[in-house]
């Protein structure tokens, strides 16, 4: 079975200015990781994910993230935030069995102040 | 390409009151989700179907909650009667496989009073 755990329940800062949100998981078997992004009143939007080759991920919008096995982290970093990163974002982890569910994580809660 | 669809969006109802929601997943998709989200907490999920069947149920309150998924289409999540702790946001999601990327729909918002 897989867990998931992010650290910080809330991450405050400012505009223009880098963040890390982290991510450690538990697994016995090899993992796909992904990062789900949710703004107020909305479902989650995939914002990226590792499913194998390079550790380092990026998605469209600056965000990148990178999967270290030994570890056990898939932190997310971003060199410069905006207000409109201002959400919820959730880490989650599957394993490579067709059978395995996606399990999530509580959740940071990314503020922007300007 | 249409996404996940749910309804309704939002639906306030007094407890012991039963109550539905609905979810259309993306064409082709073959594993369906409804998972529980409480405020301020990562979703939970409720059951899991691989095309019509429910093959992860065991987080599913089996004497109030029911599920179903015709054809592997569409599915209906159903509550009755529901309880003032049920009020959460029910999200519906969808993926080829089930440890692929997840696609969610917007969310519906039960609030029991």
């Known amino acids: 079975a897989q867990s998931v755990t992010q650290l910080d329940s809330q991450v405050p800062v400012f505009e223009e200015a880098p963040v890390e949100l982290r991510c450690n998981y538990s697994?016995?078997?090899?993992?796909?990781l992904f990062w789900y992004v949710q703004y107020p009143n909305q479902g989650l939007q995939l914002l990226l994910k590792?499913?194998?080759?390079?550790?380092l991920v990026k998605s469209i919008n600056g965000f990148e993230a990178e999967f270290n096995k030994s570890q056990t982290s898939f932190h997310l970093r971003k060199p410069s935030v905006h207000i409109s990163d201002t959400a919820e974002y959730f880490c989650a982890v599957s394993s490579y069995s067709s059978a395995s569910k996606i399990i999530f994580g509580s959740g940071t809660r990314l503020s922007i102040r300007p | 390409e249409a996404g996940v669809v749910q309804s309704p969006r939002y639906k306030i109802i007094e407890k012991k009151q039963p109550v539905a929601f609905w979810c259309n997943p993306i064409?082709?998709?073959?594993?369906l989700y409804w998972y529980l989200q409480n405020l301020g907490q990562g979703p939970e999920l409720l059951i899991r179907y691989e095309n019509e069947e429910a093959v992860d149920d065991s987080q599913l309150p089996k004497d109030r909650f029911s599920a179903e998924r015709l054809k592997g289409v569409d599915s209906t999540l159903k509550i009755q009667p529901a309880e003032l702790g049920d009020s959460a946001v029910y999200l519906c999601?969808?993926?080829?496989?089930?440890?692929?990327?997840?696609?969610f729909g917007q969310g519906t918002r039960l609030t029991v009073v």
């Open positions: 999601a969808s993926s080829l496989y089930g440890n692929t990327e997840a696609f």
């Open positions: 590792y499913l194998s080759g390079s550790t």
């Open positions: 697994s016995s078997v090899s993992v796909y």
């Open positions: 064409s082709g998709h073959n594993t």
